[in-house]
């Protein structure tokens, strides 16, 4: 399989503070990159996916101007929470995929990053 | 709309014993997934399974997939504590030309020694 990492691993920050979280591809040009959060006890959440060189696609109700994401090169997706609250607390995982190429639609996920607001 | 559904959601049983969690979906799908995860770790990839009758073993665990039945199963044999962590299951699905993966809720499994 392909390996995927995020950076970082955790972090905490006071309140409206804004936090960014890079995932990057290590081993293959990512077409695709999909951001996930996921509460305790709880499914994967997808929201939003993005495409090298496009805006991202936000599922419903995820707030664009809060979670912006950059998704400049076949390597590398960011996330940035602006303004970040209490309630943005979470663990946040990425997931790369080369969709339609060597590795089909299948999606390799990284370590994740817990966010946690003060 | 592509519904996903697993159960048990929780299960607790004994090392040595066998069990199945079933994971069924509503609507045709090309690929259907099964990972586990650690408490406070991401997702680690178990089986991808591609098309009716797959069949796949690694350890203990086995997966398999009736795509007539829209039905996957996760077997379990002789569970040892190591397994204990929450399995899920996802599927592909594409809507719109935009591909996304539907997951099931999870199963929280729990092997005692």
């Known amino acids: 399989g392909a390996v995927v990492s995020q950076h970082p691993s955790w972090v905490i920050c006071k309140s409206g503070t804004s936090v960014k979280i890079e995932c990057r591809s290590l081993d293959f040009q990512a077409t695709t990159m999909f951001w996930y959060r996921q509460f305790p006890k709880q499914s994967l959440m997808l929201m939003a996916t993005s495409n090298e060189g496009s805006k991202a696609t936000y599922e419903q109700g995820v707030e664009k101007d809060k979670f912006l994401i950059n998704h400049a090169s076949l390597t590398l997706s960011t996330l940035t929470v602006t303004s970040a609250h209490p309630e943005d607390s979470s663990f946040y995982i990425c997931?790369?995929?080369?969709?339609?190429?060597?590795?089909?639609?299948?999606?390799?996920f990284g370590p994740g990053t817990r966010l946690t607001v003060l | 709309e592509l519904k996903v559904e697993q159960n048990p959601l929780f299960l607790s049983m004994q090392e040595g014993k066998n069990y199945t969690i079933y994971c069924n979906y509503s609507t045709t799908s090309d690929r259907l997934y099964w990972y586990r995860q650690d408490p406070g770790k991401s997702l680690e990839s178990l089986f991808v399974?591609?098309?009716n009758g797959a069949v796949k073993q690694e350890g203990r665990l086995m997966a398999s997939l009736d795509t007539k039945a829209r039905l996957s199963t996760l077997h379990i044999t002789a569970a040892v504590h190591d397994l204990s962590a929450t399995y899920f299951c996802a599927v592909d699905n594409v809507m719109d030309s935009n591909y996304q993966l539907i997951w099931g809720a999870g199963t929280k499994l729990i092997i005692k020694p």
């Open positions: 997931s790369a995929s080369d969709l339609a190429g060597v590795f089909y639609n299948e999606q390799f």
């Open positions: 399974l591609l098309s």
